[in-house]
């Protein structure tokens, strides 16, 4: 069983990036495998099932302890997902081991890798939404008790994200995630990203093993990737808080778009040129989206204007002027209105001491 060194670095990139953003681990492994390393398709979601069924697990253990869980919503995914997981592997086999399927596999992947971006961008434009909805009803919060569970579509949500990811290893912790936020806008951040790391664990351990007895399982490839992806993780976790985590994922989305781009065999010409655009005009789309989502209150915090930013960034988008802007608002501007926003610490008044008087003796 061969170790590649290199693999290992890639494997610990990859996982502090899911630990710092909770997502993108098989949406980034897959394509560097078949893109960097050469790695077949069929081998490379083989391989790196079998590495996330163990890297996982950290990241759902901690949500866990935190409560932060939907385990009726859990419980209805993992109902659909898990048979469609292997679902998804006998579809593979049954396409056969040619050549031709090996393309077939890729021009998939490349298209889920393109979906996968795009819902990354809906995603945070919901959440932005929501963010400021809870501000204009206030601190009050949404009780537990208040989502009403849907069985028979959240059972469906499961069965198609099973089969996506037993067929390309992509899509549990991007395009299931962003199907659960439409269907239930209720839930708040720390219970949507925990609910998905939870069920992804019978997920992704499902089309792993169904992988290792029908797959192009590889022991050494799979070995590379759980050497160094687990501390990865469990780096990336510890240093969440502290990422910045509005320059992650425009960088995760730009990763994604250039490498499903290529997998769908676009030439290198239209690609860099592609890229250029998107990271102008991607940006500054990305920027508009996050402004807008800041309450008046923390722009009037940091002294700033809301519509102005609005403006040079969505106006300037189409004529690339908008990216720079973007660059400018998320260095500056976004840390600020974070800070502004961030809830402040409670003030704790100790009661005066009594005075005892005396009476005269």
């Given at each position: 069983?061969?170790?590649?060194?290199?693999?290992?670095?890639?494997?610990?990139?990859?996982?502090?990036?899911?630990?710092?953003?909770?997502?993108?681990?098989?949406?980034?492994?897959?394509?560097?495998?078949?893109?960097?390393?050469?790695?077949?398709?069929?081998?490379?979601?083989?391989?790196?099932?079998?590495?996330?069924?163990?890297?996982?697990?950290?990241?759902?253990?901690?949500?866990?302890?935190?409560?932060?869980?939907?385990?009726?919503?859990?419980?209805?995914?993992?109902?659909?997902?898990?048979?469609?997981?292997?679902?998804?592997?006998?579809?593979?086999?049954?396409?056969?081991?040619?050549?031709?399927?090996?393309?077939?596999?890729?021009?998939?992947?490349?298209?889920?890798?393109?979906?996968?971006?795009?819902?990354?961008?809906?995603?945070?434009?919901?959440?932005?939404?929501?963010?400021?909805?809870?501000?204009?009803?206030?601190?009050?919060?949404?009780?537990?008790?208040?989502?009403?569970?849907?069985?028979?579509?959240?059972?469906?949500?499961?069965?198609?994200?099973?089969?996506?990811?037993?067929?390309?290893?992509?899509?549990?912790?991007?395009l299931i995630i962003v199907c659960l936020l439409l269907m239930y806008p209720a839930i708040t951040a720390s219970e949507l990203v925990g609910t998905d790391l939870v069920q992804g664990v019978p997920l992704v351990a499902?089309?792993?093993?169904?992988?290792?007895?029908?797959?192009?399982?590889?022991?050494?490839?799979?070995?590379?990737?759980?050497?160094?992806?687990?501390?990865?993780?469990?780096?990336?976790?510890?240093?969440?808080?502290?990422?910045?985590?509005?320059?992650?994922?425009?960088?995760?989305?730009?990763?994604?778009?250039?490498?499903?781009?290529?997998?769908?065999?676009?030439?290198?010409?239209?690609?860099?040129?592609?890229?250029?655009?998107?990271?102008?005009?991607?940006?500054?789309?990305?920027?508009?989206?996050?402004?807008?989502?800041?309450?008046?209150?923390?722009?009037?915090?940091?002294?700033?204007?809301?519509?102005?930013?609005?403006?040079?960034?969505?106006?300037?988008?189409?004529?690339?002027?908008?990216?720079?802007?973007?660059?400018?608002?998320?260095?500056r501007i976004r840390p600020r209105l974070k800070a502004a926003a961030a809830p402040a610490e409670p003030t704790i008044t100790l009661p005066e001491t009594p005075t005892i008087l005396r009476e005269p003796a």
């Amino acid at each position: 069983m061969h170790i590649d060194v290199y693999i290992v670095l890639a494997g610990f990139i990859v996982g502090a990036v899911v630990g710092i953003t909770g997502m993108g681990g098989g949406a980034l492994m897959t394509p560097i495998l078949v893109l960097l390393f050469g790695v077949q398709p069929l081998a490379a979601v083989s391989s790196d099932l079998v590495a996330s069924m163990v890297m996982r697990p950290v990241g759902a253990l901690v949500h866990f302890r935190r409560g932060t869980v939907r385990t009726d919503l859990v419980k209805w995914l993992v109902i659909g997902s898990v048979p469609a997981a292997f679902a998804g592997v006998f579809v593979l086999r049954a396409m056969g081991n040619s050549a031709t399927v090996q393309d077939r596999v890729r021009l998939v992947l490349g298209l889920v890798l393109v979906l996968a971006a795009l819902t990354i961008v809906a995603k945070g434009y919901m959440q932005a939404r929501e963010r400021r909805r809870r501000h204009l009803l206030g601190p009050a919060h949404v009780p537990h008790a208040a989502v009403r569970v849907r069985p028979v579509a959240t059972i469906l949500i499961g069965a198609v994200g099973g089969l996506i990811v037993g067929m390309t290893s992509v899509g549990s912790g991007s395009l299931i995630i962003v199907c659960l936020l439409l269907m239930y806008p209720a839930i708040t951040a720390s219970e949507l990203v925990g609910t998905d790391l939870v069920q992804g664990v019978p997920l992704v351990a499902a089309a792993a093993i169904a992988h290792i007895m029908f797959g192009d399982f590889e022991a050494g490839l799979t070995a590379s990737l759980i050497i160094g992806s687990v501390p990865g993780v469990y780096l990336g976790a510890r240093f969440s808080s502290r990422a910045p985590d509005a320059a992650v994922r425009p960088a995760i989305v730009f990763v994604l778009l250039a490498s499903g781009l290529k997998l769908l065999n676009v030439s290198t010409a239209v690609l860099g040129w592609a890229l250029v655009a998107i990271a102008l005009v991607g940006l500054a789309v990305w920027g508009f989206v996050d402004a807008l989502g800041w309450s008046a209150e923390d722009w009037e915090a940091v002294g700033q204007s809301r519509a102005t930013w609005l403006k040079i960034q969505g106006i300037g988008a189409p004529l690339l002027v908008g990216g720079i802007a973007a660059m400018g608002y998320f260095a500056r501007i976004r840390p600020r209105l974070k800070a502004a926003a961030a809830p402040a610490e409670p003030t704790i008044t100790l009661p005066e001491t009594p005075t005892i008087l005396r009476e005269p003796a």
